[in-house]
């Protein structure tokens, strides 16, 4: 799932196809363990008619005193998308983030990738102001948005 969002999406995840294709096997399990133990990073998969049609990852960085958590890695197949499947896979992040006290959530969405930011603002996320080159395309920026979780 992982590859197929890489080789759709190149300029939207912090890494590469390239990079991510010499994981190991066991470097994938051991990923897929730790989230299911409930250690962080989570990662959730929509499925739709027994198909896998998206991802999302959640962290929360080890180096901060605001217990936020970072959305990461989001992407739905082209077969999933205007179905619903975003909407699903934020609220799971959202949810897990309440579960586990984090008082927000934050992510970068690619400048210009407007059905994304509408999808994050219609959960209520705002964009902070805060600017990044795109570590998988220094061509393109990406924007921060944060969920304040009350």
Not at 55 to 84: E, K
Not at 116 to 141: E, N, Q
Request: with cysteine; net charge negative.
């Amino acid at each position: 799932m992982r590859l197929a969002a890489l080789r759709d999406a190149p300029s939207a995840f912090g890494s590469s196809h390239a990079a991510e294709v010499e994981r190991t096997v066991e470097f994938w399990d051991d990923q897929v363990e730790r989230s299911a133990a409930g250690r962080s990073p989570g990662y959730w998969l929509a499925e739709r008619d027994g198909e896998t049609v998206g991802l999302v990852g959640a962290f929360r960085p080890p180096d901060l005193t605001d217990d936020r958590v970072d959305l990461v890695s989001m992407w739905v197949a082209p077969s999933g998308r205007r179905r619903g499947t975003g909407r699903v896979l934020v609220d799971a992040v959202i949810n897990w983030s309440r579960d586990t006290d984090a008082v927000a959530v934050e992510l970068w969405v690619t400048r210009g990738n407007e059905p994304a930011a509408t999808l994050y603002r219609s959960h209520g996320f705002d964009v902070t102001g805060d600017v990044a080159l795109l570590p998988s395309d220094p061509c393109k920026d990406g924007l921060r948005m944060r969920l304040e979780l009350g």
